[in-house]
């Protein structure tokens, strides 16, 4: 059943021209805010990373987070269309780090992003202006739902592989000069991260791009897109994330994790509100210490 509703949403959605299918994805994000959608949860991480702001200031922050959700919910059904029809170029630019992108075109990169913005439209995007983009993806437990967001994702311009797949795969995108995209922003499980700081207080995240970068010699680069009310368009960010190989390979991977936790920092304090303040970012704690949610 579910399935076939994401099916003719999304067939209603792309349909409709952009303007009024931005009004359904505000409509979505008012009936979200209307049942309070993880307004608990939003203000438990905002109490953690701006402990100093007023209630109102949080309230806006939570109410332009839910709408960064509606508005990414319609586009991500609408992003075939951008991409086939190159209407993608309109709506989506690159401000900084295109010579980053042609220096590395060849011998490929691992570039890693947050849930900021709208991270969906930033890789096909990407790949519309010839950097091919392959996006890390887990699986849905739901096999047609997956199917049906993994062929969004192909008919947008992206490659998926999928978290479970062999390291070979990973190897290869990379050596065919493509970018293997990373979310590295969410909740790690304990055997699959290290503990580094994250508005100032320790959070578990992923070390895989990490291990990638250093293992085999690759660049990585930290990317983010915003969405402009005022133009209502994507722009995308991207820097490199330099680093030195000390000898200490769990070090090295240490230190290079905590380096782009600090880049996403940075950027959701510049747009705290297109943050997906809705995860529980902090939810594995170190050893002896409870749970925040």
Request: aromatic share 14%; proline share 3%.
């Amino acid at each position: 059943m579910i399935h076939g509703l994401l099916q003719l949403a999304s067939l209603r959605i792309k349909n409709l021209d952009r303007d009024k299918a931005l009004k359904k994805g505000e409509a979505i994000a008012s009936l979200l805010r209307l049942i309070k959608y993880r307004k608990d949860v939003v203000f438990k991480n905002l109490d953690i990373a701006f402990p100093e702001k007023s209630y109102p200031w949080k309230e806006e922050v939570y109410k332009s987070t839910i709408s960064n959700i509606g508005r990414n919910i319609v586009e991500f059904l609408r992003m075939p269309y951008y991409y086939q029809s190159k209407e993608i170029k309109r709506i989506f630019s690159i401000e900084e780090g295109k010579d980053l992108l042609d220096k590395y075109r060849e011998q490929g990169a691992v570039l890693v992003t947050a849930h900021l913005g709208n991270w969906e439209i930033a890789g096909s995007g990407l790949t519309a202006y010839s950097y091919p983009i392959t996006a890390l993806a887990y699986r849905q437990k739901n096999e047609k739902i997956n199917a049906v967001i993994e062929s969004i994702r192909k008919e947008s311009g992206m490659e998926i592989i999928y978290h479970d797949q062999n390291l070979k795969t990973f190897l290869k995108a990379l050596n065919q000069g493509r970018y293997i995209a990373f979310l590295v922003d969410q909740n790690a499980l304990r055997h699959r991260g290290v503990f580094v700081d994250f508005f100032g207080l320790k959070a578990s995240t992923v070390t895989f791009p990490a291990k990638l970068a250093v293992k085999y010699n690759k660049p990585i680069l930290f990317s983010y897109c915003i969405y402009s009310e005022n133009e209502k368009k994507y722009k995308a960010y991207i820097k490199e994330i330099h680093y030195k190989k000390s000898g200490n390979f769990e070090e090295d991977i240490k230190r290079l994790t905590q380096s782009y936790t600090k880049y996403i920092e940075e950027a959701v304090k510049r747009y705290p509100g297109q943050y997906l303040w809705t995860h529980k970012r902090w939810k594995t704690r170190p050893e002896g210490e409870k749970e925040f949610y």
